[in-house]
């Protein structure tokens, strides 16, 4: 079920938890979790190498891309 909250947000229900949604332009974007942890949500290119991570019973598939520490940027 999505959701559009006051400020704009978009939510969604995704294996039980509420997700926000949120277009990342190419150079990607920061967001903050729920516990106030910064996450870097970036666009994967094509082709780019991927895992695939489900929860037991396959519920709430995500594909993530790891990719080595010193291809990541610090803002500060």
Known sequence: MEQQLSDGQ???MQAGQQ???VQVNQAGQMIHGANGQ???VHTMPQGAQT???A???GQGLQQI???PVSSLQVSG
Do not use: A, K, N, S
Request: aromatic share 0%; net charge neutral; no cysteine.
């Open 38 to 40: 910064q996450i870097m």
């Open 65 to 67: 891309q790891v990719v």
């Open 55 to 57: 929860t037991q019973g």
């Open 51 to 53: 895992i695939q991570v």
């Open 10 to 12: 978009v939510t969604v």
């Open 19 to 21: 997700v926000q949604v």
